[in-house]
């Protein structure tokens, strides 16, 4: 059996690589860059470059696939690129493909999760096995922040003190891998959670505790937060995408507190104060920030 895993260089994919090549599964990894994946060629790991907007490349790709996962960075034609892939999948013989979607999917007005609703209903239609995978936020896109933490103690974001179940990448990828190399999880969806749903004024007391030194959270008008990305070069789709996501963590809908991967992983959840602590110890983006 050889496994084709998608976003390979990326925090999911990566880390569901080396789960494995730790369990000793044959693996294909494919990139669209091979320049980024000069680690992974190292390891002896097969590579295949493909883009998933070119059929010819995927059907190359998963030649001799009997599972994939399936990821890829939010972007504004992920319906019609994933869906690319999975038909595919389809064209090649894959048995079973298991797709990291989002936490509500089908369930929000959020654009996110309407388009990966989509998309799993398409690989639903295939006639392939599926396992639907859905993380809330993810713990690593703190690292969004890590500048300004480090350099000036504070973080912003616009969604007040709401709490949301974040939950750690690697956790995530552990699941996928386990859904990949053992059987029954064939048509099952899985709500990924943290074990806890905390605010960012939480958060921050954490950022406080690991780096020894004062770290605040400042909640910002929706409004100006956009601004600010957008000046900063960021997609307008993108901020709006996400402005229709916070505005449903408001409503609380990203407090909710899954079992999932504790049933899966036979372990809890990595906590958000652990993840920190993990994070200022081996991250450079805070080498000086300690005092």
């Not at 998933?52 to 009997?66: C, K, N, T, Y």
Request: with cysteine.
């Amino acid at each position: 059996m050889t496994i084709l895993v998608t976003g390979a260089t990326g925090n999911i994919g990566g880390e569901v690589v080396s789960h494995l090549v730790e369990k000793k599964v044959p693996l294909r990894a494919l990139v669209r860059d091979r320049a980024k994946a000069a680690n992974l060629a190292a390891q002896g790991i097969e590579l295949v470059q493909g883009d998933f907007s070119q059929s010819d490349s995927l059907d190359a790709a998963l030649q001799g696939i009997e599972k994939a996962f399936l990821v890829m960075p939010n972007d504004l034609h992920q319906v019609e690129l994933e869906c690319h892939f999975i038909d595919a999948a389809k064209r090649a013989g894959v048995r079973h493909l298991v797709k990291l979607s989002v936490l509500h999917a089908g369930e929000l007005p959020s654009v996110f999760q309407q388009w990966h609703r989509q998309i799993e209903q398409h690989l639903e239609a295939s006639g392939m096995a599926w396992t639907h995978l859905r993380p809330n936020m993810l713990m690593q896109n703190m690292r969004w922040f890590a500048q300004s933490i480090a350099q000036q103690g504070v973080f912003y974001h616009s969604v007040g003190d709401s709490k949301i179940s974040h939950v750690d990448a690697r956790d995530v990828a552990a699941v996928a891998a386990v859904c990949l190399n053992e059987p029954g999880h064939e048509h099952q969806t899985y709500d990924l959670t943290g074990a806890e749903a905390v605010s960012f004024n939480q958060v921050a007391e954490y950022f406080a505790k690991a780096l020894n030194r004062s770290v605040q959270y400042v909640n910002v008008i929706p409004a100006n937060f956009k601004a600010a990305r957008l000046a900063n070069g960021e997609p307008e789709w993108y901020l709006d995408a996400e402005a229709q996501l916070f505005d449903c963590w408001h409503a609380g809908a990203g407090s909710i507190i899954t079992m999932a991967i504790a049933h899966l992983l036979h372990r809890p959840p990595t906590t958000f104060a652990a993840f920190v602590q993990d994070y200022v110890r081996h991250s450079q983006d805070f080498s000086t920030a300690s005092t």
